[in-house]
């Protein structure tokens, strides 16, 4: 190995990952440079060997190898390990006698010394060579589990996984499992960490450490464990006992620790032994009686035990932090038994309290310090921190500890009277309790529960004197305080807030004390170290909120727990929580923590100065002893000495040592004995030394420390790349160290006063508080970032990895927003204001605050010093893309890494210029406050609000204003100020107005040879000209109003253009009038509301919609509190000029709807009101016209509660005129109304057809001349006078019509329809509004072109307001939507497929709502079902229905004929061209006899070659309308046709009974066409007719004829009837087979056997809806022939005789 060593100061050579080697600190020792054949990554010392990783995942082993069998007594150089070959390994690790390696896809190897089986394989003693194992976990769905790091000890490895879970093998506490048995050859999780987020692990000989990630809100969410891991028992349980809550958490679970011979035992200290705190600190002395030989061995030890070892590790603690000394007073004597008595209690009493406290206060230390005697584990005392522990994943610990926090707070504000504060933090830590570490499980005591007969006053007296033991361990070792404080009556006082914190029985809490805990405490400190928020990207950063936790042997303090006992269990320090940890490291006997601020934290064995501290030895974390201004960023711990790596006064960095010397020849120091005394050494150090030879080595990127071995990793300054990436990481923990002094020293004691809140006022206190927030942020983002460059430097040193230039935004953001605050808390004053408290802290001549601002003036006041302090953040800006620029520099221009590198700086030094502009902008902001008259100031002035210009100088007047008046014009980034007032005054601006600057818009007034210099200004409700002092200064206003108002609308600074005329903002009316207090948010135009908008009145009322010129117009809502009801009105639809304006629905508060149109805010038009507390049974419902908000013209009225329907006219919510009305009862009335009554002639008829016609002069109230017709035809004449139904009077004369009278005929004679109203007449105002859609004042008067155009409009508005609401729109109709955006040819000559054309258009537009055909259609189908459903359905009312639906047809095909004017009118003809040779064709395909197409052929040649087709308006628009009403008109028709249907049904019934044959036999059908065998699916499969046979014959004819009843208009059922006569024709042709034309006498039979089969319940009807809808022009034709043959049938069914 000798041959590949070279001097280190003689090589030029060289690149990355230069290993330099050297033992020992002193001046003679030259450090070897290591060749190695590719460059180092990382290096792992054991104690006589080591393992060497290289680029490209090699491993070298060099040393003495003894598991080499080949080479067991050489001494190895760096030898390849071949059996790694193929393996990328990532990470090494060494123990004493054994190695481990990581690969690429997380496996692991392990070779060397398994004695202990710490190689984690079973049966061999030694491992030659890398050998894998396996992480199996049963709880995951991995095989096997992938490891991202080793740490390997003398008798065993941990294992860190990528799921950050730690896992053990070998022998020894220091695995932290719960095994009785070693080795433990198979790896095991260590459970009490699962579930934490390990960051890292470290091993020493006999110990093991962890760094641990504090848990987060994130990690509180996962569900707690509610049960032992072992023995699976529950760890908590809760009895509700009257008034108190017992919490008990007295679980164990003991495993007993069976340890080998060759093992050290666990011992317990013996009851005079001395326990060494401090060579300077004093030890406190106790007496126990010496307990018994079975309390003493064996002795389970357990971290759930508390009692064991809490008191020796908070006694340490708090002596090492320099406090108080613990509480170990002078203990009394206790009985063999165990049992303590009233008198003589294990723990000190009252007066031994105060005896020890008054010895504190008139004596100074002793220079020789007293024993402290320990008796049985039994007598150790817990302390009042002892709740803060290992296990917060259970919620019952955070309940705890927030109760406990209540009781001591409780406490403390009564020892704040007694000025007993400082005495309470120190006794009572609720400080600690309120953190966010976590709460311990205590256990009871073993003894403590034997003398059970107790009082409960003395079991709590001991319970308090328990807790109050010791010391608060927690306070900041940095501030080296020594209190010295008489306590006068602790116990007896203390006694309730100590109570708490006792565990040995549970927790005694009361119900209400537990419902004070469970509230969150809100009045926090501003800003923590572990409570500020990290970056967005939590996983990018390394995280600062960590623990160390640590476990195995601690003869030596090396677990930092403030004493000398063994953990089997991972426990948390406390005493590092909060420091920032980053980096655990261990020797073989003591361990090494360094954090974030590169501060250096050691404990355990300091028998050769490894610790860097005159404390020997130290069982709690301290400080190293480094000069001031040595960062500490990395270290490494040997066998007994320990190697920094930390900055200096330049760029590269310098390696320190502490521990002992070693020069070459002294005797191998491994083989002696661990209690070999110091002086056979060559000497150690008293603190860390600077290595003299560091500088030689160049830029050493990491160190390595093992056995007695010192290894650094440097690199050589290639271009100068490796000195610009350590100065951008050193410069960065610099800045970090003086932004945590700035912090600790400044922020948070001004924080903590008492009466800053007081002073400041409320607002600057609310500034200082997010000020110091964000200054807390800033602290940690830096903190976060020096660790990762920290990080970067120890393992790629590459810019790829780093977070500044991926993550650029996260830096700019935070600096933008503390500099924003920074202004705010500048502009109001608060430098000023935070002077007093300052000088109240700090004092007049506050060296501090120089000291820390580094100022070379010595004369700067409180205040500039605070200026510099809180802006010294914004000068790392300048750092940054000085350094980011340095770094560029080392690359290719061309380089993508030279582009990201100058971005980024590029960035940094934008943000810079612009937030250096801003701060010039709040100085001059504040200067003006500092000036500005009156009591204006208090109102105008805000935190976020800068000055532009102002008037002050008379360059800005108003235009006609009074002589004396005095107008003063303030611009601001946010408004605009008039302040007025008159000039004697002496206030002279009395008055003043803000016009936000969203809502202001100006404009330059033309000159026009006036010479005035005039600008006017437009706000939301006023406009006033300015007039400027000249041309330029006129200039400058408009320019700087512009930008202004740009900027405040987000449009960016600088801009040169105008702000848009038309933007967006809010504003609040304040003039009298509609809009008076009410706020309006949305478009604006020229100071005029215009576009989407809502404005809310301050009475309740909103309107959301659109706007036009100020007011609501189009489309919007709005909602209307009713005071009176407590509910809302509200309104959805169109709006006009401020006011409900066409379509809308309106809900009132009292239930009722309307839906319809308005007019200048009133209903008009057409409508439907619904009234009653349920919209879904309303009592009433009128649709019909509105004109003026009342019931004016035509409609329907249902009074559901009455069971009546009035359909008619009305005038001024009255029935007036003529009208008709039915009722459930099945009366009919026909007639006139006056005054709502039924006034005048009229006819009304019973459900039993009982008939009068006369006067009438009230509802149903006969009155006058008249005549009443019975049923059977008998009628009465005369006067008549009553109320129907309730014997009315008659005087007149009876009747008996003759003999061949018959009462058909009179009945008949009473013809209705008369009285009531025409059908032209009804629902005009619903084609009104269909005109006035297209345009049109009248009905076919407008301009057909604007027509279209309108309807294009409203698809497209209508469209466009259906997207924007929640509700979708199918996909069907969509495309029906897309459709229509077409518009067909409407102009020129129709022809057949022009025609087609336009159906089709009718169907798609009758299809959706949105276009003005579609809502005519819908609004006539809604009023027809309103008038013919319900009580509607009467059988009177057939045919007004029928005249009804006729009169739809003529007046929609008026509006098509007015869309398409070429349209011939309804019976007009479209006449078509056709080829004479085509028609001849068509004759020749038809089945004719030669005869009969000669015949034919003959005719054509004389006809016209035209082809003629009617138009009508039943075959054009009959198909879009009717299939929407045929379920009520076709419950008329079968309703009118009842009795003749029921005959006709009877019929059927019977004569079906019949079989086919008998019923073909019975109708006359001739024998030739029965069909003797009928065909059936199957093929050649044919069905015998018998005379058994039914429904065979002509079934497929019957089934066709059965279709009738699925169809709707009359053209498709007469298609059917077509398609039966056809089925049957095709029949007879297959039997005779041959042609045949039919007779009608023969026909006849045959279709009515087929109609009998067919049974169509209804046909009646069917037929009366045919023969009244059939289109005119094919009564005559084909069609009208079988459709006669179809009646015929009808009437010869129900005459039918069977004899």
């Not at 917060?392 to 020892?415: F, I, K």
């Not at 500020?532 to 996983?539: L, S």
């Not at 508080?769 to 660790?787: D, K, M, N, W």
């Not at 056709?1474 to 052929?1497: F, Y």
Request: net charge negative; charged share 20%; hydrophobic share 35%.
């Amino acid at each position: 190995m000798e041959s590949q060593r070279r001097g280190s100061g003689n090589d030029d050579g060289g690149g990355r990952g230069l290993l330099h080697i050297w033992k020992g600190y002193s001046y003679s020792v030259a450090p070897e440079k290591l060749l190695l054949p590719h460059s180092v990554l990382q290096v792992a010392l054991g104690r006589n060997h080591g393992a060497l990783l290289v680029e490209g995942g090699q491993v070298f082993t060099f040393g003495h190898c003894p598991w080499k069998q080949s080479q067991v007594a050489q001494f190895l150089a760096p030898t390849l390990e071949s059996a790694l070959s193929g393996q990328r390994v990532i990470a090494v690790a060494a123990g004493s006698f054994h190695s481990g390696a990581v690969t690429e896809d997380g496996g692991v190897h392990m070779w060397g010394d398994n004695t202990d089986g710490q190689c984690g394989l079973s049966g061999l003693s030694l491992v030659p060579n890398p050998t894998p194992i396996a992480l199996a976990d049963s709880d995951s769905s991995l095989s096997t589990v992938p490891v991202k790091e080793l740490a390997c000890g003398e008798q065993h490895t941990l294992a860190l996984s990528v799921q950050h879970e730690v896992w053990a093998w070998g022998s020894g506490c220091q695995l932290g499992l719960s095994a009785t048995v070693f080795p433990v050859s198979k790896p095991q999780k260590v459970e009490l960490l699962a579930g934490r987020c390990v960051l890292q692990v470290a091993c020493g000989a006999k110990h093991s450490l962890a760094l641990v990630r504090c848990l987060g809100p994130q990690d509180t969410q996962r569900p707690p464990a509610d049960k032992c891991g072992q023995c699976k028992q529950l760890l908590y349980t809760m009895m509700d006992k009257e008034d108190h809550v017992i919490i008990s958490d007295s679980h164990q679970c003991l495993p007993y620790l069976e340890q080998p011979e060759d093992d050290e035992k666990l011992k317990t200290p013996s009851t005079n032994s001395t326990l060494k705190l401090s060579p300077s600190e004093p030890a406190l002395s106790s007496k126990t009686s010496t307990p018994p030989p079975q309390s003493v061995s064996p002795v389970p030890v357990n971290n759930s035990d508390p009692t064991q070892f809490e008191n020796v590790e908070t006694q340490e603690s708090s002596l090492a932090a320099q406090e108080l000394p613990a509480s170990d007073f002078d203990l009394s004597d206790t009985k063999s038994s165990g049992a303590p008595s009233a008198k003589s209690s294990p723990y000190p009493d009252e007066q031994a309290v105060k005896e020890y406290l008054k010895k504190l206060s008139d004596s100074t230390q002793a220079e020789k310090t007293p024993k402290v005697t320990i008796g049985g584990l039994h007598t150790l005392l817990p302390s009042a921190a002892g709740l803060i522990s290992a296990s917060s994943n259970n919620p019952l610990n955070n309940l705890v500890a927030s109760c406990a926090s209540a009781v001591g707070e409780r406490v403390a504000s009564t020892y704040e009277a007694l000025s007993l504060k400082k005495m309470m933090n120190m006794y009572l830590p609720t400080g600690a309790l309120r953190s966010a570490g976590p709460v311990r499980q205590m256990a009871a005591d073993p003894r403590a529960g034997e003398n059970t007969t107790e009082p409960v006053r003395e079991e709590d007296s001991v319970q308090a004197k328990k807790s109050c033991s010791t010391g608060d361990i927690h306070e900041e070792e940095a501030e080296r305080l020594h209190r010295r404080l008489s306590l006068p009556g602790l116990l007896s006082q203390g006694r309730y807030a100590v109570h708490l914190l006792s565990s040995s029985y549970g927790l005694l809490l009361s119900p209400r004390l537990l419902r004070k805990g469970g509230r969150s405490k809100t009045d926090a400190a501003s800003f923590t170290s572990s409570g500020m928020a990290a970056p967005a990207d939590r996983e990018v950063l390394p995280c600062l909120q960590t623990e160390v936790w640590s476990w195995g042997h601690g003869e030596h303090g090396q677990l930092g727990h403030g004493d000398n006992l063994d953990r089997l269990q991972p426990l948390c320090i406390k005493s590092l929580n909060s420091k920032e940890v980053v980096r655990v490291g261990a020797g073989s006997h003591h361990s090494v923590a360094l954090t974030a601020q590169s501060q250096l934290f050691s404990w355990g064995s300091n028998s050769h100065g490894q610790l860097g501290h005159m404390e020997s030895p130290s069982t709690v974390p301290r400080l190293a002893k480094l000069s001031e201004g040595i960062r500490v960023w990395d270290v490494s711990a040997g066998e007994r000495h320990t190697l920094l790596l930390a900055d200096g006064d330049c760029i590269q960095p310098i390696i320190y040592y502490s521990g002992e010397q070693v020069k070459e020849g002294t005797r191998d120091h491994n083989k002696q004995e661990e209690g070999e005394e110091k002086d056979s050494f060559d000497g150690y150090t008293q603190q860390p030394v600077l290595l003299p030879f560091c500088m030689n080595l160049g830029f050493v990127s990491s160190v390595f420390a093992g056995g007695q071995q010192c290894m650094a990793l440097s690199d050589k300054n290639v271009m100068g790349f490796i000195a610009s990436l350590h100065e951008l990481a050193s410069a960065e923990r610099k800045f970090y160290s003086k932004l945590c002094s700035i912090k600790t020293h400044v922020i948070s004691p001004l924080l903590g006063l008492d009466s800053l809140s007081t002073t400041l006022g409320p607002v600057i206190f609310r500034l200082t508080r997010t000020l110091a927030s964000q200054f807390g942020h800033l602290c940690h983002l830096t903190g976060q970032h020096a660790v990762s460059l920290t990080v970067n430097l120890r393992r790629s040193r590459s810019i790829k990895s780093l977070f500044i230039l991926d993550h650029t935004e996260i830096f700019l953001d935070s600096y933008n927003e503390y500099s924003s605050t920074l202004d705010e808390f500048h502009v109001m004053g608060g430098y000023l204001t935070l002077t007093k408290p300052t000088l109240d802290l700090f004092g007049k001549s506050p060296e501090l605050l120089q000291k820390l601002t580094e100022c070379s003036e010595g004369n700067l006041s409180t205040t500039d010093l605070l200026v510099v302090l809180f802006c010294l953040p914004m000068l790392h800006l300048q750092e940054y893309g000085r350094l980011l620029l340095k770094l560029a520099t080392c690359f290719e221009v061309c380089s993508n890494d030279y582009q990201r590198l100058q971005d980024s700086c590029s960035k940094f030094e934008a943000l810079d210029l612009v937030l250096k502009k801003k701060r010039k902008e709040a100085e001059y902001t504040f200067l003006f406050w500092k000036g500005f008259p009156g009591k204006m100031t208090d109102s105008l002035r805000k935190a976020h609000r800068r000055l532009i210009c102002e008037s002050s100088n008379k360059a800005l007047t108003l235009q006609n204003a009074g002589r004396f008046s005095v107008n003063w014009f303030i611009l601001f980034n946010d408004a605009l100020v008039h302040a007025q007032g008159m000039a004697p005054c002496k206030n002279l601006f009395s008055t003043h107005h803000v016009f936000p600057l969203a809502t202001l818009w100006v404009e330059p007034v033309p000159e026009d040879n006036t010479g005035l210099y005039g600008l006017k200004l437009i706000t939301p409700e006023e406009m006033f000209t300015l007039l400027a002092s000249s041309a330029l200064e006129k200039a400058k206003w408009i320019r700087c109003i512009n930008q202004a108002v740009a900027q405040a609308l987000g449009l960016g600074e600088g801009q040169k253009f105008e702000p848009p005329i038309c933007r967006s903002s809010t504003y609040t009316f304040y003039k009298d009038g509609r809009l008076k207090e009410a706020t309006y948010e949305g478009r604006w135009l020229a100071g005029k509301p215009h576009g989407r908008g809502m404005i809310k009145w301050p009475d309740g009322r909103i309107y959301t919609g659109s706007f036009k010129n100020g007011q609501e117009d189009g489309f919007g809502e709005f909602v209307a509190p009713n005071k009176t009801l407590n509910k809302n009105d509200h309104y959805q639809g169109h709006w006009k000029d401020g006011k409900m304006h066409g379509v809308g629905t309106y809900r009132y508060a009292n239930t009722e709807v309307y839906e319809g149109s308005y007019q200048d805010g009133l209903r008009h038009g057409h409508g439907m009101l619904r009234s009653g507390k349920l919209n879904t049974s309303s009592p009433s419902v009128f649709i019909g016209q509105w004109v003026h908000d009342k019931k004016t013209g035509y409609g329907v009225f249902d009074d559901i509660t009455k069971g009546e329907k009035y359909i008619g006219m009305w005038q001024d919510n009255m029935r007036q005129g003529t009208g008709v009305v039915v009722t459930q009862f099945g009366l009919y009335y026909e007639g006139s109304f006056k005054d709502n009554k039924m006034m005048g002639n009229g006819i009304l008829l019973s459900e039993d057809d009982t008939t009068y016609e006369g006067e009438f002069s009230d509802d149903w109230t006969l009155n006058g001349k008249g005549v009443l017709t019975m049923a059977n035809g008998d009628y009465l004449e005369g006067s008549f006078s009553g109320e129907w139904g309730a014997g009315p009077k008659v005087t007149g004369s009876y009747f008996k019509p003759h003999l061949f009278e018959t009462d058909k005929d009179k009945i008949q004679s009473v013809k209705l329809g008369r009285l009531c109203v025409s059908a032209e007449e009804k629902w005009q105002a619903v084609f009104d509004e269909c005109w006035c859609q297209l345009g049109c004042e009248s009905p076919g008067q407008g301009d057909i072109r604007k027509a279209w155009d309108n309807i294009a409009v409203a698809l497209t508005t209508n469209r466009r307001h259906i997207l924007d609401s929640p509700e979708r729109l199918s996909r069907s109709h969509s495309r029906t939507l897309e459709s229509l955006e077409v518009i067909p040819q409407h102009v020129g000559l129709i022809t057949m497929e022009r025609y087609h054309t336009i159906h089709r258009y009718l169907m798609k537009a009758c299809d959706t709502p949105l276009h003005p055909l579609g809502r005519l259609v819908e609004a006539l189908v809604a009023v027809y079902r309103m008038t013919y459903v319900g009580v509607g359905a009467n059988r009177r009312l057939l045919p007004q229905a029928v005249i009804e639906l006729k009169s739809y047809l003529n007046r929609i095909f008026q509006v098509v004929r007015f869309l398409f004017p070429d349209l011939p009118e309804d019976g007009g003809i479209i006449r078509e061209p056709v080829d004479l040779q085509e028609k001849e064709s068509d004759v020749k395909g038809e089945r004719l006899s030669e005869q009969e197409a000669s015949k034919q052929n003959q005719t054509l040649k004389m006809e016209w070659s035209y082809r003629s087709h009617m138009v009508s308006s039943l075959a054009l628009l009959l198909p879009v309308l009717l299939p929407r009403l045929y379920p009520p008109l076709f419950t008329l028709y079968a309703l009118d046709k009842e009795r003749e249907d029921d005959v006709y049904w009877e019929c059927v019934l019977r004569l079906n009974k019949q079989p086919d044959l008998a019923l073909l036999a019975f109708l006359g059908v001739q024998q030739k066409f029965w069909p003797l065998s009928v065909s059936m699916p199957a093929p050649a499969e044919h069905l015998q007719v018998l005379s058994t046979t039914k429904d065979i014959c002509f079934a497929s004819a019957v089934e066709t004829l059965q279709q009738i009843s699925t169809t709707f208009t009359p053209s498709d059922k007469l298609h059917v009837i077509q398609l039966t006569f056809e089925e049957i024709t095709k029949e007879v042709q297959s039997l005779l087979k041959q042609d045949f034309l039919w007779s009608m006498d023969d026909l006849f039979p045959v279709f009515l056997y087929v109609v009998l089969r067919a049974r169509i319940r209804n046909l009646g009807s069917e037929v009366n809806l045919i023969e009244d809808l059939m289109d005119p022009c094919i009564q005559h034709g084909e069609h009208g022939i079988m459709f006669t043959t179809l009646k015929a049938c009808y009437y010869q069914i129900q005459h039918e005789r069977i004899t």
